[in-house]
């Protein structure tokens, strides 16, 4: 009880942490830790945070019944309130196509100065971002891309297949040093129809083949506990052997963790991903057969937020030469090992 | 069924003769589905399928929707449906591991959960049987708004069962005779489902309100306080099963149970039972839904596509319920 009331406060701490850093620390608020500085870019060295016009930025997203989509909106909010000059607008998140395309039409009626949307569907919500833009509101898309490039401003998101490359090189690292041929590497997907799991997967079975190495089973669970523990459950049956596991997702990986530990097992190394605060306390332990998780941050609403901050105020990206913000950011998977999990635990969001 | 009693003398009786006979050729075809798919698994997996380790993890996947659907049997026998089961056992999930009741202890979680469940068949039997809504209406209408309460309590978040619970979880991971305890648990809500369905006056009253409620009410029997009852039990059912999906996921979260129901039905469906009501059966539930899992273990451990295994399902519910219309038309006079 005690230390889940600790763990809640630590959150808030951490989240607020990552939204002053997001906000470049130029205020006079005393900074965050000192130790997180290397897992934030270091503060812009222009005047790029110091109020200018005000702006009212749109913030629409998917229902937040899954760790990562809560910290996006709670990340995207903290840093719109580091910010006089912006006003920040989001609308209710939903889950249902219908009722986000109403939600992204009331903001444009509204004419907001920019609309910040991670769409549930990119192809289902390309028309609205359309419009959007047509009517003059520069649409920062975040993460899941709109096909149209003509629906969106600037592109920010998380690089899919370099998560599926940065687990395959961990894992495949781990085996050749330990001199594993033939290996039984086991996959568990998130849902499978999304490209964004094909792209994972498809990263994975790349840097995988670098090594010789290939993934013998994968299955999909749905992003929720339940799933991924039905899917973990049976996969540990099919293979009596496996040396190593990756799973596409910490919020899933509750329920993956929990299989195995009922099925006591810990021959093989496990690799998570998204780099949820469950994870990284689990790899911190060192006991657990998961050894590391492969980073898809939700800091990325933060960026989002300022991105669509210096667009509509016409601003451009002070570390950058050029006169206004790029057309499309996308973020590096990291890896987060026992080594250093230390920096990265205060932007680990809760599942 | 020996000695007819007052009140299944008019209702149930006549439908029952027949139901059990069917019921059996029923059960025939079923456990001659089983015997199939265990053959495919152990020609395709011979080193993994027919070990006790894969055993207990079928009964272990079965188990939490087992208890569901042990509770679904009981209102579509009763000539009902409950759609809530799926949303009602997350809310049950969610309630126990809130902050406040974790700091209880695990029994208070435990039975936080059935009464949470319970309650929640309460209103929604009550909402049937005396305000007179429509089964599908009520219960969808508590689907709805038990995921939304669900959502609200958790704030979409998943909820850990912390440490000091630590037993609620051991039921997932301690083992008697190599088989985890939730199986038992599993087995024992079947066994006392069967017990009810077929030794007792409340399960005689169940086929006979299912079967012809005007009949039953002539016969003296409380049809609504029944009705009322048997959503009740199903909400316990749900609550039963959230302990189990918080043992087996370590969590409790809005997100579980999601179309449970449909599974349930399903199951009940292949096993025999009719969708209007007075016929069916405990053991066809169960070996319906034991051939959907199988299914499921067969798929997985041969590493095929989920959606191809979404088709094999579909046509089995479409197949058993052609088989189902066929033994009527034989049997009709």
């Keep these: 009880m005690s230390e889940n009331v600790a763990r809640r406060g630590f959150l808030v701490g951490g989240l607020g942490g990552a939204a002053l850093l997001a906000a470049g620390c130029t205020s006079n608020e005393p900074a965050a830790a000192p130790s997180s500085a290397a897992a934030a870019p270091a503060p812009a060295a222009s005047g790029n945070d110091q109020p200018g016009t005000k702006v009212t930025i749109g913030f629409s997203a998917p229902a937040a019944d899954h760790g990562w989509i809560a910290a996006i909106a709670k990340n995207a909010e903290a840093t719109a309130k580091q910010y006089s000059d912006i006003d920040f607008k989001p609308v209710e998140p939903t889950n249902d196509i219908n009722q986000q395309i109403s939600a992204v039409e009331s903001l444009i009626a509204q004419k907001v100065n920019a609309l910040v949307i991670l769409p549930n569907d990119g192809q289902q919500l390309n028309q609205v971002a359309l419009q959007a833009t047509e009517a003059g509101i520069p649409v920062i898309n975040l993460d899941r891309v709109f096909p149209d490039k003509l629906a969106y401003r600037t592109w920010i998101g998380g690089d899919n297949y370099g998560m599926g490359v940065a687990a395959g090189h961990f894992i495949g690292k781990q085996l050749k040093d330990k001199g594993v041929s033939n290996p039984v590497i086991v996959e568990i997907q998130g849902i499978a129809t999304l490209p964004l799991t094909q792209d994972r997967s498809k990263g994975f079975a790349d840097a995988l083949k670098t090594y010789g190495f290939s993934v013998t089973a994968k299955q999909d669970a749905k992003f929720t506990v339940e799933t991924g523990n039905q899917v973990a459950t049976s996969l540990l049956q099919a293979h009596k052997k496996i040396d190593a596991m990756w799973n596409h997702d910490d919020d899933q990986g509750v329920g993956v963790l929990a299989a195995i530990k009922e099925a006591g097992r810990d021959e093989f190394v496990m690799v998570g991903g998204a780099g949820s605060l469950n994870a990284m306390k689990e790899i911190q332990s060192g006991t657990s057969v998961l050894k590391a998780t492969v980073t898809y941050s939700p800091t990325m609403a933060s960026s989002a937020i300022r991105l669509a901050r210096l667009v509509a105020q016409g601003k451009g990206m002070s570390d950058l030469v050029e006169n206004s913000v790029p057309q499309s950011i996308t973020l590096a998977s990291e890896t987060i090992t026992k080594d250093n999990v230390e920096k990265y635990l205060e932007l680990g969001f809760e599942s | ?333």
């Design chain 2, 1 to 333: 069924m020996s000695e007819p009693t007052t009140d299944h003398r008019a209702a149930g009786v006549a439908a029952l003769a027949p139901t059990r006979r069917l019921g059996e050729m029923r059960h025939l075809g079923l456990l001659v589905a089983l015997a199939i798919l265990v053959v495919v698994g152990l020609v395709t997996r011979p080193e993994n399928f027919a070990t006790t380790s894969n055993l207990v993890s079928i009964l272990s996947l079965a188990a939490t929707i087992g208890v569901i659907t042990v509770g679904a049997t009981f209102v579509i026998i009763g000539g009902g449906i409950d759609l809530s089961v799926g949303a009602v056992m997350a809310l049950a999930s969610v309630w126990a591991t809130t902050l406040a009741t974790q700091s209880y202890g695990p029994w208070v979680m435990a039975i936080c959960a059935i009464l949470v469940g319970t309650g929640a068949g309460l209103v929604s039997g009550w909402l049937i049987a005396y305000g007179r809504l429509v089964p599908f209406i009520a219960t969808l209408a508590m689907l709805v708004a038990a995921r939304g309460l669900a959502q609200r309590m958790s704030d979409r978040r998943t909820q850990l069962v912390q440490p000091d619970n630590a037993a609620l979880v051991e039921l997932s991971t301690t083992r008697v005779l190599g088989v985890p305890l939730l199986v038992y648990i599993f087995a024992l809500v079947v066994a006392l489902g069967w017990v009810v369905l077929n030794r007792t006056t409340f399960g005689r009253r169940t086929y006979a309100v299912g079967g012809n409620p005007e009949a039953a009410r002539l016969a003296g029997i409380d049809v609504r306080r029944h009705t009322m009852l048997l959503y009740a039990l199903s909400g316990l059912c749900c609550g039963i099963a959230a302990i189990l999906i918080m043992a087996r996921t370590t969590t409790g979260s809005s997100t579980h149970g999601d179309l449970y129901e449909l599974d349930a039905i399903a199951a009940v469906i292949i096993g025999g039972t009719l969708l209007t009501g007075g016929r069916g059966t405990i053991i066809g539930s169960i070996l319906g839904l034991l051939i959907f899992t199988l299914i499921t273990n067969l798929f997985i451990l041969n590493g095929l596509d989920t959606s191809d295994q979404l088709i094999a399902k579909g046509l089995i519910i479409v197949v058993a319920v052609l088989l189902q219309r066929r033994n009527l038309k034989e049997r009709a006079p």
